[in-house]
């Protein structure tokens, strides 16, 4: 299981922050080339695949690997 972020399709907007149930994903502290802070995931191995953060997801930047 694990969470794939387009780091150049995301605007840190926090929403799969907020909904993440484990606290899994952070907004980075790095630019992306858009000049948006992405949100990164912080321990990929834990993601236990709820999808929360890929169907909040505005700019479709999530998906889940399986």
């Keep these: 299981m694990g969470v794939c972020i387009n780091k150049e ?6 929403l799969c922050v907020a909904f993440c ?8 502290t790095e630019l992306n080339s858009k000049g948006y802070h992405p949100a990164v995931v912080d ?5 236990h ?3 929360n953060c ?12 399986q």
């Design 9 to 14: 399709w995301c605007k840190g907007c926090g």
């Design 49 to 51: 695949g709820c999808q």
């Design 54 to 65: 890929a169907l909040v997801c505005p700019d479709l930047a999530i998906t889940i690997e």
């Design 21 to 28: 149930p484990l606290e899994l994903i952070s907004i980075s």
């Design 43 to 47: 321990d990929e191995s834990a993601c």
